[in-house]
């Protein structure tokens, strides 16, 4: 199981493969800022599918449940708490 | 040293460095030495370690799955599901009377080509479908993305009498297995060019829709996204969501940074233009800018192509055209002259924009503005800016004034100003012609080098280009060294080795 920081430096990728080399902080707005597009939303997805066995089709998706890495984490708590 | 003399050596230098698939230099008057480069695929794709292609697919197969798996698209209305459709200004969800209105001319446009055998590619959730299959004979609606196309039976349950007429399919829009040549009437793509992985894939698109559309009938690809445009739709955005205090200089690389992470197809109206002289099954091709009233990224920076297959082409002799730009007419003197040309024809080109002449002053403000100029200083340079152009919906609301006139716009000349023209036809002389055959003017033939842009790509493209120069400014003298690299997707060549220009 993966922890905060391999979120951190995923998202800090993915920023930086769009051109944003900002400071990052784990409260920042990640989509609904626009500082990741709706299709980077899919590399988030796709992560924590392939990394936390999460399963969205069953628990449903909504943006602001990934706009941050804080919430990103505690996604993969509670998923996890649920499994 | 003699231009060809030049040429040839900027050619044989360019063809040994391993970006270049191809190359042509030519020199005219107006920009000196033009240089296209055709990239090679591989090199670029190696610059960036990325997979293109299959990959963009299946990512934006993933982005409307998703779109669907909320709990909003689980309550949305019948035929109204607008999830996902945000705005890029705002970063919000379009307000929905916005998205009704674009709706609702759509279907209003694809209704005039008298559809009774449609395929649709890229159906989503039917908000066409909804509207368009009640009155044809068949309707086959395709998309790529099972969640969405799961959303689109469950609303079809809720309609039984459409169901016997609707054929639902899942698959890729290049995908035309087990349809016959000619079996429709009409095929429609609205809003999903964009989210193709290049043109080439657009172009395998549009061979096989050409293959399937019986002569007479259309192929209606709505809201496609202008690239002649792209510069001042990117720096509208940014300039929208800038900070008073932000400096032009930082604007300018946030503008640099948004094309070079644009991760969706632009297409220049040209690219539909090139189609029919690839394709004889073409007979014409229209192109408009979008209806409505409502002020959004839409009615400013989108375009719909309508392919006319088979039939005769009827465009009457040259139509002569005055040209706006010499009076600067306002609406209420266009007005007056038809009011006074009752029965005459009647062709204005080149008229200003307003929706966009803001988009456009400011994009020219800021590629000269001083670095220190704060975006709050922009937007009161603009403010003092005065408004000349007119709105394409004015003209168009011109028709149910009771003048008699009919009024046709088109979009087809691609200028960078964004300007469009416009054909008053008496209602008489119509003749029951929904769509009369006219000769709009045409893009310069330059606007037919760049077609498209390649999503995704900016910055490995960029890259190319500064090597590239690099290339040349090691190697060759300095007067010879270009100025500017433009990457192409291909180079038409006449006769020998010289560029179609």
């Given at each position: 199981m993966k922890g905060k920081t391999e979120i951190h430096d995923f998202v800090r990728e993915l920023l930086t493969n769009s051109g944003d080399d900002e400071p990052l902080v784990d409260q920042d707005s990640l989509l609904i800022s626009g500082r990741l597009q709706s299709i980077d939303a899919v590399e988030i997805v796709v992560f924590l599918e392939e990394n936390?066995?999460?399963?969205f089709t069953r628990i449903g998706f909504d943006r602001e449940q990934i706009d941050s890495i804080d919430l990103i984490y505690a996604l993969t708590q509670t998923t996890a708490a649920g499994n | 040293m003699q231009d060809n003399r030049a040429q040839a050596i900027i050619e044989d230098l360019l063809r040994k460095?391993?970006?270049?698939?191809d190359t042509g230099v030519f020199f005219d008057d107006r920009d000196g030495c033009v240089v296209l480069v055709v990239p090679d695929d591989r090199y670029l794709e190696n610059i960036s370690g990325r997979a293109a292609g299959s990959n963009v697919l299946s990512k934006w197969r993933k982005t409307f799955d998703l779109s669907q798996l909320t709990k909003e698209a689980a309550s949305a209305p019948v035929g109204f599901n607008?999830?996902?459709?945000?705005?890029?200004?705002?970063?919000?969800?379009?307000?929905t009377d916005e998205i009704r209105e674009w709706v609702e001319n759509t279907v209003r446009d694809i209704l005039q080509l008298a559809p009774k055998t449609v395929y649709e590619i890229g159906?989503?959730?039917g908000m066409l479908l909804m509207r368009?299959?009640?009155?044809?004979?068949r309707y086959a609606a395709a998309d790529f993305s099972p969640v969405v196309l799961n959303r689109l039976r469950e609303q079809l349950r809720t309609v039984p009498a459409l169901a016997e007429r609707v054929e639902v399919m899942e698959r890729s829009a290049d995908n035309f297995e087990g349809i016959d040549d000619d079996s429709f009437d009409t095929v429609v793509l609205n809003?999903?060019?964009?989210?193709?992985?290049?043109a080439a894939y657009l172009t395998e698109v549009m061979e096989g829709a050409i293959r399937i559309v019986k002569p007479g009938g259309h192929i209606y690809v709505g809201d496609n996204r202008s690239l002649p445009l792209l510069p001042a739709f990117e720096s509208s955005v940014e300039l929208f969501q800038a900070?008073?205090?932000?400096r032009a200089d930082d604007l300018r690389t946030r503008i640099r940074r948004r094309e070079e992470r644009e991760q969706e197809l632009v297409l220049s109206a040209a690219y539909f233009l090139s189609l029919r002289h690839r394709h004889s099954k073409l007979s014409r091709v229209d192109i408009r800018p979008l209806c409505g009233r409502a002020d959004n990224e839409m009615t400013r920076y989108r375009f719909a192509a309508i392919l006319h297959v088979?039939?005769?082409?009827?465009?009457?002799?040259?139509e002569e055209f005055l040209n706006?730009?010499?009076?600067?007419?306002?609406l209420s003197e266009i007005r007056s002259m038809l009011m006074a040309h009752g029965n005459e024809r009647i062709g204005i080109k080149h008229i200003q924009n307003s929706r966009i002449e803001k988009d456009l002053a400011a994009l020219a403000i800021l590629r000269d503005a001083?670095?220190?100029?704060?975006a709050a200083e922009l937007r009161q340079r603009l403010e003092q800016t005065p408004a000349q152009g007119i709105n394409p919906q004015d003209l168009i609301d011109?028709?149910?004034?009771?003048?008699?006139f009919s009024v046709i716009l088109s979009?087809?000349?691609?200028?960078l100003d964004g300007s469009y023209d416009a054909y008053f036809v008496p209602k008489e002389l119509r003749?029951?012609?929904t769509s009369p055959a006219i000769r709009w003017p045409e893009p310069e033939a330059?606007?037919?080098?760049?077609?498209a842009n390649a999503p995704g790509q900016g910055k490995m493209r960029n890259e190319l280009i500064a090597q590239l120069l690099t290339h040349c400014s090691r190697q060759l003298p300095p007067e010879l060294v270009p100025r500017e690299i433009t990457l192409v997707d291909t180079l038409a060549r006449r006769g020998g080795s010289n560029i179609d220009s």
């Open positions: 936390f066995g999460i399963d | 460095h391993p970006g270049v698939k607008t999830i996902g459709w945000n705005s890029s200004y705002t970063r919000q969800p379009i307000h159906c989503g959730t368009i299959a009640p009155g044809s004979k809003s999903v060019a964009q989210y193709f992985p290049s900070a008073d205090a932000m088979g039939g005769e082409i009827k465009a009457s002799s040259q706006w730009t010499e009076c600067k007419w306002t001083e670095d220190e100029l704060s011109l028709e149910s004034e009771g003048l008699g979009w087809a000349a691609c200028r003749q029951g012609i330059r606007e037919f080098m760049r077609l």
